[in-house]
């Protein structure tokens, strides 16, 4: 079993700044993708940003794309913010896909273990 355990959500204006981080426990495996989904209110799961298992892919929604980055220090994942917006409001989660894949996915199926997420409010 793998835990993941988010972390570092909080409320922040608009404009400004958050990171999270996602804290990976259990069975350690060689090779495992990272994604961050994030989900709001009357809304469903979304996809925000993934890392390949070997750091050498990374894909981005286009909602996200160069305001957010996704990067991994050995066993904790992490979410740069930058730039946020009301609309980035949501719990946002972190999930891991076991397994060397060509392409991290951005698929919310394809993830075989989940964090608990952690809330990011946004005000204006």
Request: aromatic fraction near 12%; hydrophobic fraction near 30%; charge should be neutral.
């Given at each position: ?33 990272m ?31 160069g305001?957010?980055?996704i ?13 946020l917006?009301?609309e ?10 076991i ?26």
């Amino acid at each position: 079993q793998v835990q993941l355990l988010e972390s570092g959500g909080g409320l922040v204006q608009a404009g400004g700044s958050l990171r999270l981080s996602c804290a990976v426990s259990g069975r350690t495996y060689s090779n495992y993708d990272m994604g961050w989904f994030r989900q709001a209110p009357g809304k469903e799961r979304e996809f925000v940003a993934a890392l390949r298992w070997d750091d050498s892919k990374i894909g981005y929604a286009g909602t996200v794309q160069g305001r957010f980055t996704i990067s991994r220090d050995k066993n904790t994942v992490y979410l740069h913010m930058n730039t946020l917006r009301p609309e980035d409001t949501a719990v946002y989660y972190c999930a891991a896909e076991i397994g060397g894949h060509l392409n991290p996915s951005q698929r919310e199926a394809d993830y075989d273990y989940w964090g608990q997420g952690t809330q990011v409010t946004v005000s204006s």
